[in-house]
């Protein structure tokens, strides 16, 4: 299988369905269900049994995370450097004054699309791509953006579609 070929293949799907994908994330948030809660936890499940994340990366290779203070001093004393050291050697202010990465793809991806520090990697990595939180529908936009660059968020929001609207 062809992981390039992939990638397009969602990409082109998730900016097809981009006006059907608002419209129905702005009804969710409109008329949240009862159970969305329960839904969405159930359709985050199920969409990572289908999908591995090892096999794309593509997160990691397009898109930079934050870095909070506590990321940037977990990180830093996990590779043994002084937390301004880590900034001044990984990050950059953005348009947002937020800390991000310099460069992308990541520093720390691995040829074989591992993370060099997983066990301490930021919280924006750990949260991505956000299809297991409580009331999805605060970041609409968010989820959005998501589903061009992740397969995972695109199939999470297709299945989330069947599901609400049966």
Not at 65 to 71: H, M, S
Not at 138 to 160: G, H, R
């Amino acid at each position: 299988m062809n992981d390039k070929m992939d990638l397009e293949f969602y990409k082109n799907q998730a900016l097809q369905k981009q006006k059907e994908h608002k419209k129905f994330l702005e009804n969710l948030k409109k008329k949240p269900p009862k159970n969305l809660d329960y839904v969405v936890q159930e359709v985050h499940d199920e969409v990572f049994e289908e999908i591995d994340c090892l096999a794309c990366a593509n997160c990691c290779k397009t898109t930079g995370p934050l870095y909070t203070e506590k990321d940037i001093e977990r990180i830093a004393k996990h590779l043994r450097m002084k937390p301004a050291d880590f900034e001044a050697k990984f990050l950059r202010i953005d348009e947002d004054n937020d800390k991000v990465l310099q460069n992308l793809p990541c520093f720390f991806l691995n040829e074989d699309n591992t993370c060099s520090i997983y066990e301490v990697r930021p919280k924006a990595c750990r949260e991505y791509p956000h299809t297991d939180r409580k009331k999805i529908y605060q970041i609409n936009n968010l989820m959005l953006k998501n589903t061009v660059i992740c397969p995972a968020a695109f199939t999470f929001v297709e299945k989330m579609m069947k599901n609400l609207t049966k």
